[in-house]
């Protein structure tokens, strides 16, 4: 398969531990996006690379939260000192730069959290 | 502010019956505009773009939208219902990050 893969799929964890996502894109894509989704509303953009450069981070993405996609291949979220709200499904998605695509985005299924 | 407005948040039709979801943006520029259909633990799938020239355009499943820049508009329709077309559906509009709209809910009797 190769489609934006995410691990792992779904993760309980208790008030206060660390958690963190990895996604890994279509292989030859170098935008990697991440986005939050809630229940009952549509994915809010987080951050978003291109290659390994961090190139815009929403508000939405607190100081616990951090992205880093260290050799321009796949990224991981890393959220810290987790709160019930941050419970979501987390997903990733990739793409070519606009120069050389239409700017559609390839979303993997998705990381399911769940902060007890 | 760019954003996008999904009016409906749940929808109701039959199988065979004809289908259009709205969705209204704001957008500074002229936007490159897309529908996704997400279904239970699915990721997000692409049904159709538009990024510039004819203003209908086609996309997989049989589905189509149409872009209307007079009304910021770019519904999404399809001439008859499956009931394997029960999902929900976002709009998004943008170049590169996307923006999206809260989504439509598609349940279809039979």
């Known amino acids: 398969d190769t489609g934006v893969s995410q691990n792992p799929r779904h993760k309980i964890t208790k008030r206060g531990q660390n958690v963190t996502f990895r996604c890994d894109p279509i292989s030859e894509h170098n935008r990697l996006y991440w986005y939050r989704q809630t229940l009952g509303q549509g994915p809010e953009f987080l951050t978003y690379?291109?290659?390994?450069?961090?190139?815009?981070k929403s508000r939405l993405l607190s100081d616990r939260f951090s992205a880093e996609r260290p050799k321009g291949s796949f990224s991981t979220l890393e959220i810290q000192r987790t709160e019930q709200g941050d419970s979501a499904m987390y997903l990733c998605?990739?793409?070519?730069?606009?120069?050389?695509?239409?700017?559609?985005?390839?979303f993997g299924e998705g990381s399911r959290l769940t902060v007890l | 502010a760019q954003s996008v407005t999904q009016p409906d948040i749940h929808i109701t039709v039959s199988e065979g019956a004809s289908l259009e979801l709205r969705c209204n943006y704001s957008y500074g520029a002229t936007p490159y505009l897309f529908w996704y259909v997400q279904s239970p633990g699915q990721g997000l799938q692409l049904l159709l773009k538009?990024?510039?020239?004819?203003?209908l355009v086609q996309g997989i499943k049989g589905f189509e939208a149409e872009f209307k820049r007079s009304q910021s508009s770019f519904n999404l329709r399809k001439p008859s219902v499956h009931w394997s077309d029960a999902a929900e559906y976002f709009c998004?509009?943008?170049?590169?990050?996307?923006?999206f709209g809260a989504g439509t809910r598609l349940a279809v009797h039979p």
């Open positions: 998605a990739s793409s070519l730069e606009l120069v050389l695509a239409t700017g559609e985005l390839f």
């Open positions: 998004a509009v943008g170049e590169g990050k996307l923006i």
């Open positions: 538009y990024f510039s020239g004819d203003t």
């Open positions: 690379f291109q290659n390994e450069a961090q190139l815009e």
